[in-house]
């Protein structure tokens, strides 16, 4: 279907035409508007409720007294660790600075992203090892029990396969943006 000149400057000056003014325009625009930062922030929030409640009834629930010390401090320190390193990423998106152009700017947002990566599957590896941990530390094997944990250890595997994989692709988008850039 081809169309004639009339219809397409037609078409284009009529795609001007907003339905927002400046001002609605303007806290869309704001870091603090932004629906990823708004995604990030409410699983923060959850992730952070559902750790909080676990440590304060995992040593009730799953008699955490009857556990070594070391294996509850462990257990504590990289639950706030998981927490922690997501609060940390959620405030270094929120807070992203803009250089004079916006490759420099993309690259800055590239290195701390790779970072945030890092920090956030080996805390979230760390948490399931001390998870794993506190669960069999006084368990005592049978073959059902032991192949449970093979289950579990394979899923804590897989979990953290996907999130390695999902991080790449976050970093290769970017990448290929930087790519774009240099054209």
């Known amino acids: 279907m081809i169309m004639d000149l009339d219809t397409i ?4 000056k009529s795609t001007g035409e907003g339905l927002l003014d400046k001002k609605q325009l303007s806290v869309m625009a704001t870091k603090s ?3 990823y930062i708004n995604r990030i922030r ?17 040593y009730q629930a799953f008699d955490g007294n ?15 660790g998981f927490v922690l390193t997501r609060y940390l990423g959620w405030v270094i998106f929120r807070n992203i600075k803009v250089n004079s152009s916006l490759k420099s700017t993309m690259l800055n947002f590239r290195a701390k992203l790779k970072r945030i990566a890092l ?17 069999i530390i006084d368990l005592h094997f049978s073959p059902f029990k032991f192949i449970i944990l093979c289950g579990m250890v394979i899923t804590l595997g897989f979990l953290t396969y996907f999130s390695a994989r999902v991080w790449r692709e976050r ?13």
């Open 171 to 183: 970093l290769k988008a970017i990448k290929q943006t930087l790519t774009e850039l240099e054209l």
């Open 66 to 80: 009857e556990k070594p010390l070391l294996v509850n401090i462990v257990l504590v320190v990289t639950s706030i």
């Open 33 to 35: 508007e932004h629906r």
């Open 9 to 12: 400057k037609t078409t284009w």
């Open 119 to 135: 920090s956030t599957q080996i805390s979230a590896f760390l948490f399931g090892l001390s998870l794993l941990l506190f669960f």
């Open 42 to 58: 409410r699983r923060l929030t959850v992730e952070g409720v559902f750790m909080l409640v676990f440590i304060l009834l995992y």
